[in-house]
């Protein structure tokens, strides 16, 4: 319907003497437009060029269009341009991966400010567990599990520590230079720890981007 009535408009308003063609901004939409419906469908780079002049002018050439009518069009545009490039862009799987990388290293990072942290404020009272346990996670593990250094030899640490790693970390604690801690600290230092074990946790991502 709408097509016939672009062919009315066209036959009555061009001179019968003039080259008679329908100007389509896409090649793709003049190849699918049949030729009886509109006379000779052409696209050329000089029509997407008056076309993109076209738009840029709207709000001049249609008095009633004002800004707010343009801005949701431009919008709806960019939304549409951008799920169109995510869904045949050939790399965007690649784009995936290097996101998730990008993410993990964060993660690290995280983890590691954490750590230290950790080893610096827990090292006042047990500096000689630093060298001992040298993992990150099970240095945070092994304080979640015996609090103050007192309480180590009490502690089982099977499945946090390996056991020549425990004998030498209940050994030391017995023996310890470091200073007494207070139960405020303590509870911060417990506190760091968990952040340390959920952001070990959030690193599993790793697993999604091996699989790519």
Known sequence: KHLRMIRGTLLSSVPSDVPR???????????????????????SSSIQELARGVRAQLGGLIAELGTADLTPMSLGLSHSLSRYKLKFSPEKVDTMIVQAIGLLDDLDKELNTYAMRVREWYGWHFPEMTKIVADNISYAKAIKATGTRDKAAGVDFSGVLEQEVEDALKAAAQISMGT??????LDNILALCDQVRRRVQRGNIRVHSQGH
């Open 21 to 43: 063609c329908c100007p389509c901004i896409s090649r793709r939409l003049s190849a699918c437009i049949p030729r009886v419906l509109l006379p000779q469908p052409h696209c």
């Open 180 to 185: 007494e801690i207070s139960q405020e600290d």
